[in-house]
């Protein structure tokens, strides 16, 4: 149990570090990924005035039962990708969450890149 909140704490602290850095504008606003045990979640979000412009999640794949998780992460990046263009976003600052840009954080990043948008 003691590794569950020391691992989720470490987590905690590498995102803060992130996002002192990390700041979306309406220009550029920022790609923020969580991801729980089951299922992948980005949004794009705009830090100046507080708006979620874009969000897509696995959850609402409808056929994910020969995916594997990375499978779905690329295509939640596509999606993603895909609603944002429609409203007018094409440079997006990424951020990571404080996870490791490996598996299926990359392959959300690969799918956005190739989707349009420019990370």
Do not use: C, W
């Not at 100046?48 to 994910?64: P, W």
């Not at 690329?74 to 969450?97: H, I, Q, S, T, Y």
């Amino acid at each position: 149990m003691y590794h569950v909140k020391l691992r989720k704490s470490n987590r905690e602290r590498r995102k803060l570090g992130i996002r002192a850095k990390v700041f979306g504008t309406t220009k550029r606003p920022r790609l923020s990924v969580f991801r729980s045990s089951t299922n992948i979640y980005a949004q794009v979000i705009d830090d100046e005035k507080g708006v979620t412009i874009a969000e897509y999640s696995s959850a609402k794949i409808k056929d994910r039962k020969n995916k594997t998780k990375v499978q779905e992460s690329f295509e939640v990046g596509k999606e993603l990708a895909k609603e944002a263009l429609e409203k007018n976003v094409k440079n997006v600052v990424f951020d990571r969450g404080g996870y490791k840009y490996h598996g299926r954080v990359k392959a959300l990043a690969d799918g956005a890149r190739e989707g349009g948008l420019e990370l």
